[in-house]
């Protein structure tokens, strides 16, 4: 089979924790409760190593599915991709030469990403704003009572 594709996501920022700190919830906190916990993760398309994916036709493809670990400041987060997806964007990904990211989205069980879903988001070049009209000076503007241009009346 194949071997563990692995990355690394960004750390948190410095004084960051992940999880609580105490059993002790304050009374003015409300509690809910949820069915899932939808993670988004984003990586930079440059770190994906498309060489492991199955070219397109190889057979069995359509149905294999590669197993990957993202190393998070929380874990090591497990998900399988669909091989058919992950040939898609390394075909996408060559048209965009300004790179761009991995979205990989599912719902969060443990340490496991549940029904992983994977797209590619490109990076989209800044362009710079139009050049806004320069503003004419206030005595080249017509005062009232006075003609713009245009010819003069020979009275």
Same mark, same amino acid.
């Given at each position: 089979? @194949?071997? $563990? &594709? ?7 920022? +410095? %004084?960051?924790?992940? %999880?609580?700190?105490? $059993? +002790? ?9 949820? *069915?899932?916990?939808? =993670?988004?993760? =984003?990586? $930079? !398309? /440059? ?7 199955? *070219? *397109?036709?190889?057979?069995?493809? *359509?149905? #294999? =599915?590669?197993?990957? @670990?993202?190393?998070?400041?929380? %874990? ?19 048209? @965009? ?6 979205? &990989?989205?599912?719902?969060? !069980? %443990? @340490?496991?990403? +549940? +029904? /992983?879903?994977?797209?590619? #988001? ?15 000076? /206030?005595? =080249? ?11 003069? $009346?020979?009275?």
């Amino acid at each position: 089979m @194949h071997d $563990d &594709i692995s990355f690394t996501a960004s750390t948190l920022p +410095e %004084g960051y924790q992940v %999880g609580p700190e105490a $059993d +002790e919830v304050p009374s003015n906190v409300v509690n809910l409760t949820a *069915k899932n916990l939808k =993670a988004t993760i =984003a990586i $930079d !398309v /440059a770190a994906i190593p498309f060489n492991k994916v199955p *070219k *397109k036709g190889t057979p069995g493809s *359509k149905s #294999m =599915a590669l197993p990957f @670990h993202v190393k998070t400041p929380a %874990g090591v987060i497990r998900m399988n991709l669909k091989v058919t997806t992950l040939q898609k964007i390394a075909e996408t990904r060559l048209n @965009h030469p300004d790179g761009g990211f991995f979205v &990989i989205q599912g719902n969060l !069980v %443990g @340490h496991f990403l +549940e +029904e /992983a879903g994977v797209a590619f #988001m490109p990076k989209v070049p800044k362009t710079p704003p139009p050049p806004t009209p320069a503003a004419q000076p /206030a005595s =080249a503007q017509p005062q009232q009572g006075e003609q713009e241009t245009g010819a003069q $009346d020979p009275a």
